[in-house]
């Protein structure tokens, strides 16, 4: 009988590798890999929006920023700084180094910057300088801020604030430099070391009638010594703390008074300060 076959039987969709490609080149199934790949990365975009804000919300609970300091920029961790601090809505500029100064000047008129401010140039640029017998600041109109020391600490987290819209810098007043050495006083707070005194004196008074109460009228009690005996101490340690307050501060006014003498007496940038006749040295700036 004549053959009549003319080659082999083709193979049959089950026969085929996994791997084969399909007509149109792309392995079978490989479509709905792709629209699965797109549709996760849709998916997450949505939950990586929604843990930024959970974030931001939990930053803005957390900290206080009307009354942000260097101690909440040293907890504040990258993700939270980024979260509250977003770089398109910062300000920049010269409108930035206007809102850093006056910051600053109301900080310094408050005592919670120890420093001088001043107005310094690089590459033609206006730059704010703020130095201190311990360390020195220098801040661009970018927002960046280099230096060393105390004061660097300080003013870190002020320009940070000036560089967000919400907030609202104060206006600061026109006697806002530091003061004179001999215009400090020795101590503050003695509306409260007196308040404190008074009620030492009324502790004292109450356990020593009585002690005299219960050896006069011959008490068959012992309350009433020992009640006498523990108004006594405490009277006695209210004394001692005022006392011990009164010296503390007596030792940071006169602290703060050498510091302050010691700025005026210098009557020139301390050695430190890379800065020359107004200008930025960017050589000693980076060594």
């Known amino acids: 009988m004549e053959d009549t076959s003319t080659g082999p039987e083709p193979a049959s969709q089950s026969d085929r590798a996994p791997d084969e490609p399909d007509g149109d080149g792309s392995p079978e199934g490989g479509a709905s890999h792709g629209n699965g790949d797109a549709s996760d990365a849709a998916s997450d975009a949505p939950d990586a929006a929604d843990d930024l804000a959970a974030l931001r919300e939990r930053v803005d609970e957390e900290y206080d920023f009307d009354d942000f300091g260097p101690a909440d920029m040293a907890r504040m961790s990258a993700e939270e700084w980024d979260a509250a601090?977003?770089?398109?809505?910062?300000?920049?500029?010269?409108?930035?180094?206007?809102?850093?100064?006056?910051?600053?000047?109301?900080?310094?008129?408050?005592?919670?910057?120890?420093?001088?401010?001043?107005?310094?140039?690089?590459?033609?640029?206006?730059?704010?300088?703020v130095y201190s017998d311990e360390g020195y600041v220098i801040v661009r109109p970018t927002g960046e801020v280099?230096?060393?020391?105390?004061?660097?600490?300080?003013?870190?987290?002020?320009?940070?604030?000036?560089?967000?819209?919400?907030y609202d810098v104060p206006e600061p007043p026109d006697d806002w430099s530091l003061p004179h050495p001999d215009t400090v006083p020795e101590g503050s707070g003695e509306f409260g070391n007196l308040m404190i005194q008074v009620i030492a004196v009324v502790q004292v008074l109450a356990g020593a009638a009585l002690l005299v109460a219960s050896l006069v009228a011959d008490l068959n009690t012992i309350?009433?010594?020992?009640?006498?005996?523990?108004?006594?101490?405490?009277?006695?340690?209210?004394?001692?703390m005022v006392?011990?307050?009164?010296?503390?501060?007596?030792?940071?006014?006169?602290?703060?008074?050498?510091?302050?003498?010691?700025?005026?007496?210098a009557k020139e940038r301390p050695d430190f300060v890379p800065v020359e006749g107004g200008v930025v040295n960017e050589e000693e700036q980076d060594e």
Not at 98 to 109: N, P, T
Not at 225 to 239: A, E, N, Q, S, W
Not at 255 to 265: D, F, I, K, S, W
């Open 146 to 166: 280099t230096g060393q020391g105390t004061v660097l600490r300080d003013v870190e987290p002020i320009v940070a604030l000036a560089a967000m819209e919400s």
């Open 243 to 265: 006392a011990n307050a009164r010296l503390s501060d007596r030792f940071r006014s006169e602290e703060y008074r050498e510091r302050l003498r010691a700025l005026r007496q």
């Open 223 to 240: 309350v009433a010594p020992v009640m006498g005996i523990v108004f006594l101490l405490i009277g006695l340690l209210l004394f001692v």
């Open 85 to 129: 601090f977003d770089p398109d809505s910062w300000i920049t500029g010269d409108r930035l180094l206007d809102r850093a100064e006056a910051e600053l000047k109301s900080r310094i008129a408050r005592r919670e910057v120890f420093g001088v401010l001043e107005h310094v140039h690089e590459d033609g640029d206006d730059r704010l300088l």
